[in-house]
Structure formats: C-alpha cells, structure tokens
C-alpha cells in the first residue's frame, strides 16, 4: 500500500562556488545546484545553512531555470551571521522553492515601471530588473530609483552603467547623509519621487527595502497621485514553511509566502500592521 | 446503508476486531471524572465505557505529532519519500474533533500544490469512530461556529455511534466500517430506537444553545472577525489576563501552526524537525532586527481569532478553524473565555463587556 511521495520539506542539495562581498554588511552568495530550479523574477528561496536553519531569500540572478543561483544577503542574525563569518567555496547548503507568485509581468506591459529600492532591498530588485530586461519591449519605461546609507552600501555598482544603458531605462540614485566625494543627490529614497516625470496613470510601482522605507515610499506614492493598486511592495515578514501552512507571514488574509512576496498594496492596505 | 443497532457485548467484539485491525486509541469514559484519549490495551476492553463527552485531549497528535522529523540531509536520500500509511484507529472521538481534522486536511491533504506526505500517512491509514455527546461541558459552544453535538453522514467518520438504551446505534460511513462491523452481531435498528437517537441529539443541542445564549451574536462570529478591521477595544479587555503559556493552541484541534527547525544528527547528517507553535508567543512572528508586526499580546490575540473566523474561512470556504470544543476555554491560565470576546467585538465600551477575566459558566440545570 506504499506509495511515492515528493517532500516539501526536503532542500536539494547546493554548494557554495563564490562568496563576493559587496558591502561591509552584504555578501553575494553563489551556487551550484544538484539539480535546475526554476523561478519568476519576485520568487523566493528557502535557503538551508546545515544544522543552522532556514530563511527566506530572493535569489539576485537571472530569473528563468538553471543551477546556478546567486544570493545577495545582509548579516542580520543567526542564520545570516552564519553566512557571512563562516560560509566559504565548496561548502554544502540547500534550497527549497521557489515560492510565491512573482511579480505580475504581465499587468505591466505597454506601461511605466517604477522601481524603488533601498538597502539591501536591491538585491531581490536585481532579479526583478534583470526579468524586465529579458523583455524591455514589453514596456514604456523602466526608471530605477535605489537609495542606500552611503555611497559604499550600493550593491551592483559595477552594474550600474550597462543598466542605464538599456533602451528607455534611467537609473537615478541617492545617499542618506552629504558623504566626502559625493556629488549626487543625497537625502532618502524618496526625494528621488519629488520630480518625478512619468503619466502616473500609466505607471506601476515595484519596491522592496526595510519596512520603514516601504512606508515612506508608499505614502509619498499616494501623495503624488498612484493607485493603490499599482503599487507593489516586497512584503517582510517571519516564515517557515514557505507554502502557506504555518500561518506567520499573513497581512489580513493574505500569505506573504504564497501570495507575495510582492504584494499588491490595494490588496492589503486596510488590514492591520501593514509596515509593522 | 440501514441505520444498524449493537448491543454492548456487540462493542466489546468491535473494540476487540479493532485492537487486532491495527493500533488502537480510544477516548476512554472510564476514568474518573472526565474522558481520556489513551492508547487501548486488549485487558482494558472489558471496562471500557464510552465517553459522554468529548475528551479532555484533542487528537491532533495522531495526525500532526507535537515534533516530528521531516527531512535529513545532505543528500537527495528523501526529496521523494515512501509512504506506508499504518493502520491506526481512534474510537469515540467527539464530532468538534473530527472536524478539527477536516480542518487539517484542507490544509495538509487537499492543497492543490504543497501536499505534505507525512500528514498523508498518517490520515490515509486512519479509522476514525465518532460518537454523538450525551452531555455537554459547560465550555462547549460548537453550536456557535457550524458544529453540533453529533456526527452526520458525509462528515468523514467510518462509523458513527449514538448511545442508545441498552446499546448503540450505528451509522455506517465507508465500506471499511462495515466489513469491521462485521462478526458483531450488528442488527437491524428498530424505529424506536432510531426515535431514541433523534431524542438525544434534541436534548444535547437545546441544552447548548441554553448556555450559549449569552454568548449568541446577530451576525455569526465569522462575519464579526472578518469585517474587523481596527483593533477592538474587546481584544485588549479580554486579553488582558494572558499570560502567554500557549495552552489554548496546544489543546486546540483546530490549531496547527508551525515552525520548522534544524537539529545536526552526527555524522555530517542534519535533521528537520517540524513542531507546534503558538502565534500566542511573542517570537513567533518576530523578524531580524527585532521587528515584530504583533509586538503587543492584544495583536497577537487578534490574529488568532482572525485565523480562526476570518484568514481560514476566506480560505476554506466558509469553515471556521475553531470547532467549539471549549478546551481553550477550559485551559486557559488567565480565565479568558473566547465567546466572551468574539460576544464583545463590537462593543464600543468596557462597561458594556462581558467580565474579563471570565467566571466559569454554569451548566444548565439538568432536563431543563
Ligand atoms: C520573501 C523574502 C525575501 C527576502 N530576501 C532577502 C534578500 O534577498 N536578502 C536579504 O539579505 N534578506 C532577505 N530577506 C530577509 C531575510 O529573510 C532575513 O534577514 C533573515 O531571515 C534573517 O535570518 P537570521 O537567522 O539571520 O536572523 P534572526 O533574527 O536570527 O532570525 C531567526 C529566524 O527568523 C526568521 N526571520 C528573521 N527575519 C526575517 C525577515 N525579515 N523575514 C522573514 N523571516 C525572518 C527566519 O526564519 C530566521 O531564520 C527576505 C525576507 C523575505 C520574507
Ligand atoms: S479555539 Fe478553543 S473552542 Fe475553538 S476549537 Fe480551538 S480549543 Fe476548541
Ligand atoms: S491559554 Fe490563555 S493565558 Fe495561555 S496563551 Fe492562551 S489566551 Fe494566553
């Protein structure tokens, strides 16, 4: 009466191949999976540090199927410190997922797309940039706004260029406090929307950072006029499962997990601690 | 099927037939006081007596054990597992806990996409005997929350058992239960008898809805949580008494929430363990950095009730994830009683609340 059954909670195997460090808080990870995974730019991991735990992490690189996957991650706690101090080429980890349903592309097309980042927020961005790249036609406009603390905690500098070179794309970015050698702009993120030139009808917002800059953006969004409904925010919150059972990252009845990350902020802005 | 009568002796050989089917539990009248869920040994079939209410223990832990090993790793040993689903049996569980396991199935069995194998094992091989209350605890309000007293066909039981005089009479619900009733001396059961069930139910659910009539609402309790949107002033004053223990999830049937967590077993080995939670507890929701979305324990408590009458009804068509057991209510450290606080939601004033902490409900008095 036996049967085979797939495991939810089994991570495949991967091993480490680079470690890069982008800041001095944030390190890219990178890996080589036993076996291809498959995900949408917005798509999250569960990444398994051996005997340490699991968190949830958006993969930086390309969306699409591979076994090779990069991760971009700020030492925060327990797992995190772990990665950062410990974690070296050829060591073993695991990956479940991906999870979640991604950006909506498709609501996109023939549209601005407004994306905002700051902190390490930029690193789940990448993929999310990298996805609208893959299909730049399908959109009016791509403006990039990133904000970060100070010039030195900026991932994907070297980038930078070859994106603000993509047909109809600008990338425009800010520091937090005036910094030797600097001569962009300086104040947070959101004084990058203070002049903002697109038809904000016709212009969806994708934002991921820190919860109190996700706030700051969001209500600035609805100053200047934008729907609620095309603002789309990477929701943090605490999980486990991944897949919508353990009933820790809900807003209202809403999964993170399973319906975001990136959530539809018309969708959720009338439930409690939206931002915490 | 015809509705079937069996004598006490008749339970016996069925308690017997089910000890030697596979491993039996049973929810055990016998003790002192009130019903036990325990393990069934051949000796103590004797003197088993049926419960005449539900057990002070739900019984969760036979289909999501309160820790359980899912996954060891590295090495693809397990990512597709084997499953060998055991024969297993509970006898006598009450129809709040039943439904307490469909709650589980929505999530663990019949997800279109995540399906966890471990919860399938354990509930394809399960038998599963319910049997109608004869009596109520004073706790109990599943008539509040689309339960009721008894078990119908189509609420997922193999057999279900009415105490009747002298005996039992037997619903049967799936080809297993009947090839088991087999050999009992399971007869026909007569109109009067049939009489006699309708009498029982009649009873058990007029004596509820008498001691839950304080606690009615115009609108059902799922309606109430679910158009909730500020924190009421009903989760402050009721919650104020928490001590946050987590009693009121463990013993909830309809709780299952969970976290996941890894363990090195030697070796270069590591092991996944997956164990109950309460979202009663500050860390369950607590982030890096410290940040916490329900810091405060009247947000902690809104989001149970909201996971109960409002997340999972979205969800689940409809159904609530509280059965109205009472066990809560019963276990509660700081004497918080949940129909005293969904009663309140929408009262503006404390004044106008119900006492907080809750004094312990009167039983009705008998027959009336
Ligand atoms: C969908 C999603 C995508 C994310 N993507 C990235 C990313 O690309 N880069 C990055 O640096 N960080 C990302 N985070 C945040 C990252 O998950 C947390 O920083 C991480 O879980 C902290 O774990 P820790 O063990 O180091 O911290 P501790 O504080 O020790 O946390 C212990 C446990 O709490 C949980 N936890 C803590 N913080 C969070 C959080 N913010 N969100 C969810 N669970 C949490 C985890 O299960 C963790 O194992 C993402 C979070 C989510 C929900
Ligand atoms: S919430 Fe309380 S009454 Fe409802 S099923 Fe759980 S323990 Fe029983
Ligand atoms: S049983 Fe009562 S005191 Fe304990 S966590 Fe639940 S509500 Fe709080």
Known sequence: MSEKMKNIYYPIDAEVVDVVTETSTIKTFKFKLSEPLKFRAGQFVQLTVPGIGEAPFTPSSEPGESTDLEITILRTGRVTDYLHDFIKPGDPVGIRGPFGEGYPFDKFKGKTVLVVGGGVGLAPMRAGIYGLFQNIDDYKRVSIKFGARTPNDFCFTDEFDTWAKKPHTDLKLTIDRPFPGWTGTVGVVTVLLDDLDVDIEDTYVISCGPDIMLKFVTLKLLDLGFDPFHIYLSMNRRMSCGFGKCHRCNIGPYYICKDGPDMCYGEIMNYPNVFG | ?368
């Open chain 2, 1 to 368: 099927m015809p509705f079937l009568y069996l004598s006490k002796d008749g339970l016996k050989e069925l308690l017997s037939k089910l000890y030697d089917w596979g491993e039996l539990f049973w929810v055990d009248g016998s003790f002192e006081g009130k019903p036990r869920l325990a393990r069934a040994t051949k000796e103590a079939i004797a003197k088993y007596e049926v419960p005449a209410l539900r057990g002070v223990e739900p019984v969760k832990s036979l289909v999501i054990p309160p820790k359980q090993k899912v996954a060891e790793y590295p090495g693809n040993l397990d990512k597709d597992i084997e499953i060998a689903p055991k024969k297993r049996a509970i006898f006598g569980i009450a129809q709040c806990d039943l439904a307490g396991i469909t709650i589980f199935d929505r999530v663990f069995k019949d997800d279109p996409e995540f399906v966890d194998p471990f919860y399938v094992e354990r509930r394809k091989g399960l038998f599963i005997v319910t049997i109608d209350c004869a009596k109520a605890y004073p706790s109990c309000f599943c008539n509040l929350v689309k339960g009721k007293p008894f078990c119908d066909p189509g609420d997922g039981y193999d057999l279900n058992l009415t105490p009747v005089e002298d005996g039992f009479l037997v619903d049967v619900g799936t080809p297993a239960g009947e090839e088991l009733l087999k050999g009992t001396g399971a007869s026909q059961a007569t109109d009067s008898i049939i009489a006699g069930r309708d009498k029982l139910r009649a009873k058990v659910t007029a004596q509820l809805e008498k001691q839950n009539a304080q606690f009615a609402t115009e609108k059902t309790y799922i309606e109430l949580v679910s158009e909730v949107r500020e924190e009421p002033a009903s989760y402050r004053h009721h919650g104020s008494t928490c001590v946050e223990c987590g009693a009121c999830t463990n013993v909830c049937p309809g709780c299952f929430c969970f976290g996941i967590y890894d363990n090195d077993a030697g070796d270069g080995r590591y092991e996944r363990l997956m164990t109950w939670d309460s979202c009663q507890l500050a860390g369950f929701s607590r982030m890096a950095g410290m940040l916490n979305p329900r810091l405060r324990i009247a947000q902690r408590f809104m989001h149970r009730y909201n996971h109960k009458f409002f997340h999972y009804p979205w969800r689940y068509e409809g159904w609530p994830s509280c059965t109205g057991c009472g066990r809560c209510v019963d276990n509660c450290m700081g004497s918080i009683d949940m129909r005293a606080t969904l009663r309140d939601l929408t009262v503006e004033s404390v004044e106008d609340m119900l006492p907080s902490p809750s004094p312990k409900v009167a039983e009705p008095e008998a027959g009336k």
